[in-house]
């Protein structure tokens, strides 16, 4: 066994947790996803109301999304791994690291962006023109930074990336795991059409739903993945 393997288990394991931990916040705080489903104008008072500990909850998560870069490179690029299935695994590294940036850059609209917009539109001075003119960029910045590249880009690319990692887990006899990671990858590609969906002017809500599970699915995925690289105690005879 490499030597790395334990860490990159252990690494997994934590990783799957601790991503969801800013996520469960958000929901609370923030009611997200569901607040980007409603009016701009909503959105940016909720915000505004949430102060610095809402930002810094935003900054951890975007964060979060960044450590899934060197995490997919570990379990991607194995001694054994580049050897055996060289494309398989550098193909699951680099997929990996532009999910990591992807989401991540998406994310960082929360901490670097939206905070101005909110604050300029919960200002008292604020004339009816530029409020409307704050919602109308806050809802742009939400359609580039996190529908277009977060979401649809970031989520194409994690998809992609764990369809790769799954492809040489099924040739090393992880056949349980690698189905697991297949049908999650099914989901999240399907999820990223809720972008698309709201484009044309139809419903996005079960595209939704599927990202949601997609998501839930990955994180039994890295559960799984990463007690599989642990080291396993022999048995007492």
Known sequence: MEKTRPLAGLAAIVFAIGFNIPYAILAVTYDYPDILRRPASEALEKFAAGGAGLVLTWHAFAFAALLFVP???ALALTQKRVREKPALAVG???AGALAGLAQAMGLWRWVFVVPGLAQAHRDPQ???TSKLAAEQTFSLINQYGGVAIGEHMGQLLTALFVVLLC???WNEGRRITASIGFVTAAAIAVGTNEGVA???GQSGEAF???TIV???GLTIWLLATGIGLLPRQPIAQ
Do not use: C, K, P, W
Request: proline content about 0%; glycine content about 10%.
């Open 167 to 169: 492809g040489l887990q």
């Open 208 to 210: 939704a739903m599927a």
């Open 126 to 128: 604020t004339n009816d």
């Open 92 to 94: 699951a590294a680099v």
């Open 71 to 73: 995490l997919a490179v």
């Open 198 to 200: 709201i484009a044309i």
């Open 214 to 216: 997609g998501f839930l």
